[in-house]
């Protein structure tokens, strides 16, 4: 696999932009980040740090920031034209943001779900074995090991283990989503960014996707933006509420939903606006 955090060297062998291939604590840490598209400031001075194994919903109004700022950390805004960022995203002791980070690199270890399921017009075999292919495994059981533990992790297995040649199209929604969370576990991140995943689900599949999530923070850290603050109640170990481009306020979700320290977050939170 891919390797982000290989230390860049200068000419004369030295060490290049702070840049270490050692793990450095256990957060993804964000400083001073602004995020412009044209004169749009979209998100204005993010400080915090995001605990790993882990899951940390976002929540917020439209338009707030918070997919923004999940697309940050795996570098996706750098595919809009016209989209700056300034600040740093630090996780394992490097800069994420650096323009010497490969982006395609650090996708290889933090994983995307999208608001609605994407499947590749390909078998569901093939679906979850593109990422591993597209990064050098061109062994047939290799690419079935990892196959069947990422659709088992994705808990998707016991409904797909006998149809693994038929199109991901013929899935049912709530099932595609999953085995798109499978694609991006085939390639073994470490983080796990989900922007609105059961926005497009029925509540049966918004229930397995929660399930899913609940199981996922014990191998990954996951991070969720979500519209709906009863999911980010339900599934997250940590919250932060956006509004206007700014973090008004990230703690413990039990804390940010029972005892918000700001009045915006309680106006929020208890449907005063929104």
Not at 85 to 101: F, H, R, Y
Not at 167 to 176: I, K, N, P, R
Request: proline letters at 5%.
């Amino acid at each position: 696999m891919l390797n982000i955090f290989k230390v860049l060297r200068s000419k004369d062998g030295s060490a290049e932009g702070g840049m270490t291939g050692q793990p450095t604590g256990d957060t993804m840490t964000i400083e001073d980040l602004n995020i412009s598209y044209g004169t749009n400031h979209a998100v204005k001075g993010i400080r915090m740090s995001i605990p790993l194994k882990s899951v940390t919903a976002f929540i917020g109004p439209s338009g707030c920031g918070k997919s923004t700022l999940l697309r940050a950390l795996n570098r996706m805004n750098d595919e809009i034209e016209g989209c700056r960022t300034e600040g740093a995203v630090t996780w394992k002791g490097v800069n994420i943001l650096d323009p010497k980070v490969d982006p395609v690199a650090l996708r290889s270890k933090v994983g995307m779900v999208f608001q609605k399921p994407n499947p590749f017009p390909k078998s569901i075999f093939d679906n979850v074995a593109y990422g591993p292919r597209i990064h050098g495994v061109a062994d047939r059981p290799e690419l079935e090991k990892i196959v069947e533990k990422a659709i088992k992790d994705a808990a998707l297995w016991d409904e797909v283990k006998d149809r693994m040649d038929e199109s991901a199209m013929g899935l049912s929604g709530g099932q595609q989503q999953r085995l798109c969370i499978a694609r991006a576990l085939a390639i073994e991140p470490e983080v796990i960014l989900m922007d609105e995943p059961c926005s497009a689900l029925d509540p049966i599949a918004t229930s397995k996707i929660e399930d899913l999530i609940e199981d996922l923070k014990k191998q990954y850290t996951v991070i969720i933006v979500t519209h709906n603050m009863q999911q980010a109640a339900r599934v997250s170990d940590f919250t932060g509420f956006m509004y206007l481009g700014e973090l008004i306020e990230f703690g413990d979700t039990e804390q940010i939903f029972q005892k918000p320290r700001e009045k915006l977050t309680e106006n929020y939170i208890t449907g005063r606006f929104g």
